[in-house]
């Protein structure tokens, strides 16, 4: 973008601040940077299954 406009500027194109100010090389107004999460509240929960302190060579079937 920067290439961009000094290209521009050697042109002679004015470009003013009140221009520059509407641009920007990270557009994110339309990411959710959280996610969405759905919920089914009425599942459920299974136990969690895990060891603590796991036998080294355990075989897990």
């Known amino acids: 973008m920067s290439r961009t406009l000094t290209e521009l500027r050697e042109e ?10 509407h641009l920007s090389p ?16 009425s599942q459920k929960v299974r136990p969690l299954e895990f060891d603590v302190f796991p036998k080294k060579n355990k075989v897990v079937t």
């Open 26 to 41: 990270y557009s994110d107004h339309h990411i959710n940077l959280l996610g969405d999460y759905r919920l089914d509240l």
């Open 12 to 21: 002679g194109h004015e470009i003013t601040d009140e221009m520059l100010s």
